[in-house]
T-cell receptor, first 116, second 109 residues
Framework: GAGVSQSPSNKVTEKGKDVELRCDPISGHTALYWYRQSLGQGLEFLIYFQGNSAPDKSGLPSDRFSAERTGGSVSTLTIQRTQQEDSAVYLC??????????????FGEGSRLTVL | TQLLEQSPQFLSIQEGENLTVYCNSSSVFSSLQWYRQEPGEGPVLLVTVVTGGEVKKLKRLTFQFGDARKDSSLHITAAQPGDTGLYLCAGGGDYKLSFGAGTTVTVRA
């Protein structure tokens, strides 16, 4: 399909292991976002990429979290030395431009991470 | 961080009944969006409101943006089981949308 694609859809890992989550945005969308959704919580902003500009990493909760976007398209969110509190659904979204003001965010189905 | 509070947290009603979900903040937003999320899927945009006092209708759904652009409501008339889902409001001021915690709506057949 032409929507935002995320993988894996489910990931179970042991505490202390590293994980990588992948997001393939809609072709032509210059903006890409990562959000985290914990049970009973709203979406927590993690990081924002816009074109070739420096990403806004202000939402990353600790230095164990990092993300990159290669070639202005695919993005990878990496969590090092996972902790149980990292368990959540990680959602990726893309938009045509700035998105956040009046533009629509198109979300993927999310990657559910469970840290044992 | 601009906080958005949604109420109620949970809502369970019978098919055919009406319901209203509220989204409130102490901050002013240049726009406000409503998304619906179904289990195992990402949120999908329902509507964007940008003008204080604006009312938008989408079939049986009516969205209102407060005059001061600090609050919004979503009203569903004659709810159907297909309206079941998590309703999220999101406030925009820049590119970082601030999301509320959501209201889980269950419509029983």
């Amino acid at each position: 399909g032409a929507g935002v694609s995320q993988s894996p859809s489910n990931k179970v890992t042991e505490k202390g292991k590293d994980v990588e989550l992948r997001c393939d945005p809609i072709s032509g969308h210059t903006a890409l976002y990562w959000y985290r959704q914990s049970l009973g919580q709203g979406l927590e902003f993690l990081i924002y990429f816009q074109g070739n500009s420096a990403p806004d990493k202000s939402g990353l909760p600790s230095d164990r979290f990092s993300a990159e976007r290669t070639g202005g398209s695919v993005s990878t969110l990496t969590i090092q030395r996972t902790q149980q509190e990292d368990s959540a659904v990680y959602l990726c979204a893309s938009s045509v431009g700035w998105g956040g003001n009046t533009g629509e965010l198109f979300f993927g189905e999310g990657s559910r991470l469970t840290v044992l | 961080t601009q906080l958005l509070e949604q109420s109620p947290q949970f809502l369970s009603i019978q098919e055919g009944e009406n319901l209203t979900v509220y989204c409130n903040s102490s901050s002013v937003f240049s726009s406000l969006q409503w998304y619906r999320q179904e289990p195992g899927e990402g949120p999908v945009l329902l509507v964007t409101v940008v003008t204080g006092g604006e009312v938008k209708k989408l079939k049986r759904l009516t969205f209102q943006f407060g005059d001061a652009r600090k609050d919004s409501s979503l009203h569903i008339t004659a709810a159907q089981p297909g309206d079941t889902g998590l309703y999220l409001c999101a406030g925009g001021g820049d590119y970082k949308l601030s999301f509320g915690a959501g209201t889980t709506v269950t419509v029983r057949a």
